[in-house]
């Protein structure tokens, strides 16, 4: 999730992270005197949205809480985000480049490759694809930079919304409680969906509800030359994989697949299943043979869901924490970032003018649910 940033000297260097799950990675922003707003166990770094908010001259307080996220690949726009932003030597330091992506089918020889370069900005030619716990690291040591009260070992259990505002209760890894007030309550919880799962909105997609198997992998053959860091997608009869590059020799690997197959598992360890998956798609195996699996392979389900609603009188639900659809055109890094910058304005023009509250949670909404929408016409026909 990302926030917008300013010609400004006052927003000089701000960071982002990806708006996926990021397990118990809690940032809460504050707002006011002694009031605030917050970040919920979010996936974030909070640091631009902290200076945007100094840049409209309001008092604030800010404390993130954080443990640093999954081991599985991600990937940053490095042309929209890291430079900008301010973490792009870092990014760069633990940073796979990835010039385009290729999509290998089962049924013939020809491989249909895009090159980010041939797009119709030619100003992001790549991008960088990491481990998330390395730039979960990187995000919030930058955000400790520029002024934030990092506590790492908290988590949110609870909010409770008020007439003007919010009451949230955090609980320490010691057993300490701990709660705060709110002015303006910002979820980017990322696929945990904090809010969505309180409130009960939370609905799977339909239209396509998959399941994902994934692992690491050392040794794998990828690509020469500059093509050596990109992204391929293998199709197989029941779904999908990706095979994401990343620094060190260690290739991310996933199966994303139905509810049939899946049920299919029976007594198998999910190590066995993915491998027997892997056995069903050539390609990818003749790709994968002598590699070794380094990291104990993980699943997770639900995989395409949206919530009935992405805001309230004094809350945003940004990223995943609202929606999140099939990762094969690796959309919600995007859409996350995207959420963040709305997101940021939103809250912005709420507590900067109350009167004009409906105008720009409205105007969210519509922002909001375009990209989804617009992602979910491709994937359906794929």
């Known amino acids: 999730t990302s926030y917008r940033i300013e010609a400004d000297a006052a927003l000089e260097n701000s960071v982002f992270t990806p708006g996926n799950d990021m397990g118990r990675h809690c940032i809460k922003q504050f707002i006011g005197d002694e009031r605030a707003r917050k970040f919920l166990r979010q996936p974030i770094d909070p640091a631009h949205a902290f200076q945007q908010v100094r840049r409209g001259g309001n008092k604030r307080c800010m404390l993130a809480f954080a443990q640093v996220g999954r081991q599985d690949g991600q990937e940053a726009s490095q042309g929209v985000h890291s430079m900008r932003l301010g973490v792009g030597a870092e990014v760069r330091a633990i940073g796979m480049e990835k010039w385009g992506a290729e999509f290998v089918s089962p049924h013939h020889d020809h491989k249909q490759a895009f090159h980010f370069a041939e797009a119709w900005d030619k100003s992001m030619p790549y991008a960088y694809q990491v481990k998330r716990a390395e730039f979960d690291t990187v995000l919030i040591r930058n955000a400790e930079r520029k002024g934030v009260a990092v506590h790492e070992g908290c988590k949110v259990r609870a909010v409770d919304f008020l007439p003007d505002g919010a009451l949230i209760h955090a609980v320490h890894d010691d057993g300490r409680e701990e709660a705060w007030q709110a002015r303006f309550v910002v979820d980017a919880s990322g696929r945990d969906t904090f809010l969505a799962n309180r409130f009960r909105i939370k609905q799977r997609n339909p239209r396509h509800n998959s399941s994902a198997v994934y692992g690491h992998f050392a040794g794998a053959r990828r690509n020469e030359g500059q093509a050596e860091g990109n992204i391929t997608i293998f199709w197989f009869e029941h779904g999908w994989f990706w095979f994401i590059p990343m620094q060190g020799g260690v290739t991310s690997v996933g199966m994303v697949t139905w509810p049939y197959f899946m049920q299919t598992r029976g007594g198998r360890s999910l190590e066995q299943f993915l491998a027997d998956g892997i056995g069903l798609c050539p390609g990818l195996a003749e790709r994968l043979q002598g590699a070794e699996l380094?990291?104990?392979?993980?699943?997770?389900?639900?995989?395409?869901?949206?919530?009935?609603?992405?805001?309230?009188?004094?809350?945003?639900?940004?990223?995943?924490?609202?929606?999140?659809?099939?990762?094969?055109?690796?959309?919600?890094?995007?859409?996350?970032?995207?959420?963040?910058?709305?997101?940021?304005?939103t809250v912005d023009a709420c507590l900067k003018n109350p009167a004009a509250t409906g105008a720009a949670l409205k105007r969210f909404d519509r922002l909001m649910k375009r990209g989804p929408k617009e992602f979910s016409w491709f994937i359906?026909?794929?």
């Open 380 to 382: 359906y026909r794929v």
């Open 294 to 345: 380094v990291n104990e392979v993980e699943a997770t389900g639900n995989f395409s869901y949206v919530s009935e609603r992405n805001h309230g009188p004094n809350y945003l639900l940004l990223g995943d924490a609202y929606a999140f659809i099939d990762p094969v055109f690796s959309s919600g890094v995007w859409l996350a970032m995207n959420s963040g910058v709305i997101g940021a304005e």
